[in-house]
């Protein structure tokens, strides 16, 4: 049976979970910012770039940005918004090329890889300075209070998982990259989440989730995120 794909359209205006899908890539767009402002870092290479939300928001922060997957309709989405070309999944390293890009930037994608370390390394070579990394979160407080295992709780497209330490395990010790900090996007407290969108709405749920409860459970989080340079 062959995985789903991710949908090629999303509503976040009237889907939350659909929001949250961007605003990782705001956050690891800020850490950027924080430690490599422009014109530090000026290209950046988004790898697997799906549907391809992060071509706009970075490119009118300045950035150069270019959008690479290996799904021919996710570049093609993508190319609507920026520049997008077919990832070669056989050998990326010599596609782009060492040190090609100041920065990449790989938003859920991951857990799709059938070897991590490869990737990560591959990724590591191609950066010159930062490498931002988002996995899904193994440790989500909606994941501590499960009485059960079962595959309806994982994506059927994702391979592996991974918590805050077997991450920064895998980018130090595999992938030849340095933490510099991490970044925390959304923390949803699952009892909360049966009924505070009646409470609040769906814009008082987005301002608790990605403001306030991520700064009580920063490790908590929807994603592992982190700015990474290459060593």
């Not at 931002?132 to 309806?152: D, E, K, M, W, Y």
């Not at 814009?203 to 990474?228: A, D, N, Q, W």
Request: charged share 20%.
């Amino acid at each position: 049976m062959k995985p789903k794909h991710l949908p090629y359209e999303i509503d976040p205006s009237q889907n939350r979970m659909h929001y949250y899908e961007t605003y990782w890539k705001m956050v690891g767009l800020e850490l950027l910012r924080k430690h490599f402002p422009n014109p530090e870092v000026k290209s950046i290479l988004d790898f697997g770039c799906g549907r391809g939300e992060v071509l706009p928001i970075y490119q009118k922060q300045g950035y150069d940005v270019l959008g690479t997957d290996s799904d021919e309709e996710c570049v093609r989405i993508s190319g609507k918004t920026g520049k997008a070309v077919l990832l070669d999944t056989s050998d990326p390293l010599k596609q782009f090329g060492e040190k090609s890009f100041d920065a990449v930037v790989c938003y859920h994608v991951m857990e799709h890889v059938p070897s991590p370390i490869e990737t990560i390394q591959t990724l590591s070579k191609i950066a010159r300075k930062a490498v931002v990394i988002a996995v899904p979160n193994l440790q989500t407080l909606t994941g501590l209070f499960r009485r059960r295992v079962s595959v309806a709780n994982v994506n059927e497209g994702h391979l592996q998982s991974w918590d805050h330490a077997h991450l920064l395990s895998l980018a130090q010790r595999h992938g030849n990259l340095e933490l510099i900090e991490w970044g925390f996007d959304t923390t949803i407290l699952p009892i909360f989440n049966r009924f505070g969108p009646r409470l609040i709405g769906q814009s008082g749920m987005i301002k608790l989730e990605t403001k306030v409860f991520p700064k009580i459970f920063p490790y908590h989080g929807l994603s592992v995120l982190g700015i990474f340079k290459p060593v």
